[in-house]
């Protein structure tokens, strides 16, 4: 009977980054399906670490999260939860070797969130290594299906993809997060004076991080190679659109792409890919 609560349990991580993340479940059915549900269980323990972090204000959220961090750790020793989606996320940990570090990186993020409303240089770096490339990285190892050595090539193009990722978010929701959750991700960046010369600077960072982590997505291992080529076209899509934009629209909305539009991105990715030319 024990198979029925692996099903349950892998489920509710599906449900879970269904009903959060359109975009991110469209992008996971993209993958080859033996990387579906691994990457299910990844996504649906981190929205429940975001959750806690981002949304849970009337309960005492460092509480919520000391006790979570508790029950992760004893989830991937024991080898089982009756948090359905921490048993789901340790049977990823287990099976593809997935480090502690990664982990611990991810949670030293999520505290950050608790408390930090600022960052410098130093800790900007180190909350995107957690935030986003270490979840990326943890990913990465399913893709590989524990190779180490395809890891090991394919782990600085995996970071900077992460890096991208996080930082067009960060620039997408300036609004949100520093109105409603009074954080400012990016160093040394006043949004009371928010120039033009400021916002390119961050644009250039990012622009590295994609020209980086493209080269990445050549050399990744065929069943995730779409998948991730589509998520990176999306938001290549969505941070190009912000370039064009003016530093006050992106402190008054938040920038989107039309449903669409993303389906268009789609079309083109499936002809490029059918003649073995992504660009």
Do not use: W
Request: glycine share 2%; with cysteine; aromatic share 14%.
């Amino acid at each position: 009977m024990i198979q029925l609560y692996h099903d349950v349990s892998s489920e509710c991580s599906k449900i879970t980054t269904e009903r959060y993340s359109t975009s991110f479940s469209s992008a996971i059915q993209l993958l080859h399906k033996d990387l579906h549900q691994p990457i299910y269980n990844i996504y649906g323990f981190v929205r429940l670490a975001d959750e806690i972090v981002d949304s849970f204000h009337e309960f005492d959220k460092q509480l919520l999260l000391e006790n979570f961090i508790k029950e992760t750790f004893s989830a991937i020793h024991n080898q089982i939860s009756l948090n359905p989606i921490l048993h789901s996320f340790q049977q990823v940990v287990n099976q593809f070797n997935i480090e502690k570090e990664l982990i611990d990186a991810f949670f030293a993020s999520m505290k950050a969130d608790l408390s930090k409303i600022s960052y410098n240089e130093k800790e900007y770096q180190e909350y995107i290594y957690g935030s986003a490339e270490a979840v990326g990285l943890m990913c990465l190892h399913v893709f590989c299906n524990g190779d180490k050595t395809v890891y090991e090539k394919l782990k600085p193009f995996a970071q900077a993809l992460g890096a991208a990722f996080q930082k067009v978010n960060f620039l997408r929701d300036i609004k949100a997060d520093s109105e409603n959750l009074k954080r400012i991700y990016f160093p040394g960046i006043d949004f009371n004076n928010f120039t033009t010369a400021m916002k390119q600077n961050i644009e250039e960072e990012i622009e590295i991080d994609f020209q980086k982590a493209f080269k990445g997505i050549l050399m990744l291992p065929q069943k995730a190679q779409f998948g991730v080529y589509v998520a990176y076209k999306y938001y290549l899509c969505l941070f190009n659109k912000m370039k064009s934009a003016q530093p006050d629209k992106l402190l008054t909305e938040r920038i989107r792409i039309p449903d669409y539009y993303k389906a268009l991105i789609l079309f083109k990715a499936k002809l490029r890919n059918q003649f073995n030319i992504l660009a």
